[in-house]
């Protein structure tokens, strides 16, 4: 039973656009969410996160925007630079415990 | 070292084998992480301590798993017994502790062990 879902294997946008990145989650007591970033044979690293409390935070070219309603949030990256090409992870704080999705790969396309 | 290191960044044994893997935290940072990540999924939880002791342990898998850190600062996973199933990419990451609130973890670059 996977309790944060990252619904898109992939994810291919020109280079310059928009790039939107999606997660949903179950568990309603989730009180914090976070995004990371994983290039090949390298650990995670920590992009933007999220209170709960929260609908949106931004930093730089990134925002992240939450519908407690819907348990869901996405990842706005805008705009999509080459250097982003990579796998993202949307990821649940549950008592210190990070709960993770699949991962999304996104490919920025010169 | 600036970042969390982890030491093999390969591990290959045979089924049966007992494995150790090594995890050097950012120096200060009292937490630290270890999860486990096969091939097309996120990392899963195994274990999280707080300074010496290991606050949560429930993600271990079985008693074939354990973790140590006995001076606060570097931990040892040990893995006894190893079957096929065990081969994944173990990650271990760090966060210093605030109140309140997760912390940003940061990740070392893994151990990809095998199990054949």
């Known amino acids: 039973d996977q309790q944060v879902k990252q619904n898109s294997p992939s994810l291919s946008v020109q280079e310059g656009r928009i790039s939107i990145l999606n997660c949903d989650y179950t568990?309603?007591?989730?009180?914090?969410f976070l995004w990371y970033k994983k290039y090949p044979a390298e650990g995670p690293t920590f992009l933007i996160s999220i209170s709960s409390i929260k609908d949106k935070n931004e930093d730089g070219r990134f925002t992240v925007f939450l519908n407690k309603s819907a348990k869901h949030l996405s990842l706005h990256i805008v705009p999509s630079q080459p250097g982003d090409s990579a796998v993202y992870f949307c990821a649940a704080n549950s008592n210190y415990q990070l709960i993770w999705g699949a991962g999304t790969k996104l490919i920025i396309k010169p | 070292g600036a970042g969390v290191s982890q030491t093999p960044s390969n591990k290959v044994t045979e089924k049966g084998k007992y494995v150790e893997l090594r995890c050097d935290p950012i120096?200060?940072?009292?937490?630290l992480y270890w999860y486990r990540q096969s091939l097309g999924q996120g990392p899963e939880f195994l274990i999280y301590?707080?300074?010496?002791?290991?606050?949560?342990d429930s993600g271990l898998p079985n008693d074939r798993f354990f973790a140590v850190r006995p001076e606060g600062s570097v931990s040892t996973l040990k893995i006894q017994r190893t079957e096929r199933g065990d081969s994944a990419v173990y990650l271990c990451?760090?966060?210093?502790?605030?109140?309140?609130?997760?912390?940003?973890?940061?990740f070392g670059p893994g151990t990809r062990l095998t199990v054949l």
């Open positions: 301590f707080q300074g010496t002791g290991a606050a949560d």
């Open positions: 568990n309603s007591m989730f009180d914090y």
């Open positions: 120096s200060g940072h009292t937490a």
């Open positions: 990451a760090s966060s210093s502790s605030l109140a309140g609130g997760p912390h940003e973890q940061f």
